[in-house]
């Protein structure tokens, strides 16, 4: 009878925990080792002039970027890509700025040309940004702006670099805890344990927890212009991220696209000028 009870308990409870433990750590794993991504484009594709740079994190990393010169302005735009991307991705979407801004492009951590293998979706990432701001800092520049799609754009927030005039954030989550959210959506019963497995991998093995990588946390105290734009019907990091980080900064600007998914805002007619029309007044 023992024994039968014994099977009964592990086909109910202990096989589906382990199993639910295991997978938890493979969707850990599949997270922070993304597959590279290089893209084929670069600046010579827009008849931009460039250059290959790269530049050194505090933590011994080597990043690599391009700088877009503009002989005609002494103001420059830190561009951010998103998760598992790389700087070209972005770079189609982002070319206008070069019309009146110096340019810096670059790949984070374990993206792209950069070393590192590790991808912590923004909260080592904020290390990433505050070395190109360095960068840039060393070449003279003081009026410094950024752009940042998605986990570029948390990543920016996380930094909270005191060096940057103003910020344009496409799509970033307010809190990563929300963003793996996302991933468990259709788990029912499972997501929040499956989540917390999540967390758990993160602080054994990264030694963050996911509620330590939240921009809503930075962006209430930040005094800087900020402009926010999130497409509502974006399924992979709701639109509702948005509405947490505008309430956390009331003076945030907010920009609702009507359609489109994750990284369509671009398409929205509102979009290339309303970012001109952001720079132009605060950078």
């Given at each position: 009878m023992?024994k039968i009870i014994t099977?009964?308990v592990a086909r ?6 382990a199993i639910?433990?295991?997978?938890s ?5 599949l997270?922070?080792f993304p ?12 008849a931009?002039?460039?250059?290959d740079v790269a530049?050194?994190?505090r933590?011994?990393?080597k990043l690599?970027?391009w700088?877009?010169?503009n ?6 735009i830190i561009?951010c890509?998103?998760?598992?991307m790389?700087k070209?991705?972005?770079l189609?979407v ?13 790949d ?18 904020k290390e ?12 003279g520049?003081?009026?410094?702006g ?5 986990m ?5 927030f ?10 344009v954030?496409?799509?970033s989550?307010a809190a990563l805890e929300a963003a793996?959210?996302v991933?468990f959506?259709?788990f029912?019963f499972?997501?929040d344990?499956?989540i917390?497995m999540?967390?758990l991998?993160a602080r054994?093995f990264l030694?963050?927890?996911?509620n330590?990588?939240?921009p809503v946390?930075y962006?209430a105290?930040m005094?800087?212009p900020?402009l926010?734009?999130?497409c509502?019907?974006d399924?992979h ?5 948005a509405?947490?980080?505008h309430q956390?900064?009331?003076q945030?600007?907010l920009?609702?696209?009507r ?7 671009v ?7 309303r ?6 007044d605060n950078?």
């Amino acid at each position: 009878m023992k024994k039968i009870i014994t099977a009964i308990v592990a086909r109910i409870i202990i096989y589906p925990l382990a199993i639910g433990v295991l997978f938890s750590l493979y969707i850990f794993i599949l997270y922070i080792f993304p597959k590279r991504s290089v893209s084929p484009f670069t600046p010579k594709q827009w008849a931009m002039e460039y250059q290959d740079v790269a530049f050194t994190t505090r933590d011994g990393l080597k990043l690599k970027g391009w700088f877009i010169p503009n002989k005609k302005s002494n103001k420059v735009i830190i561009v951010c890509h998103g998760y598992p991307m790389d700087k070209g991705d972005v770079l189609g979407v982002t070319e206008f700025f070069a019309r009146g801004y110096n340019l810096l492009y670059f790949d984070f951590r374990a993206m792209g040309k950069s070393q590192g293998r590790i991808s912590t979706s923004g909260w080592r990432e904020k290390e990433d940004f505050l070395s190109a701001v360095r960068f840039l800092k060393a070449k003279g520049f003081s009026d410094i702006g950024a752009f940042g799609f998605s986990m570029g754009g948390a990543a920016i927030f996380l930094a909270n670099s005191p060096d940057i005039k103003c910020i344009v954030s496409d799509s970033s989550y307010a809190a990563l805890e929300a963003a793996v959210k996302v991933i468990f959506k259709n788990f029912g019963f499972l997501q929040d344990p499956l989540i917390k497995m999540v967390n758990l991998w993160a602080r054994l093995f990264l030694r963050f927890d996911l509620n330590s990588a939240a921009p809503v946390k930075y962006i209430a105290g930040m005094k800087i212009p900020i402009l926010l734009i999130h497409c509502q019907t974006d399924t992979h990091i709701p639109f509702t991220q948005a509405l947490q980080l505008h309430q956390a900064n009331p003076q945030s600007q907010l920009l609702l696209i009507r359609e489109g998914d994750h990284g369509e805002s671009v398409l929205s007619a509102e979009y290339e000028p309303r970012i001109l029309k952001f720079f132009r007044d605060n950078l």
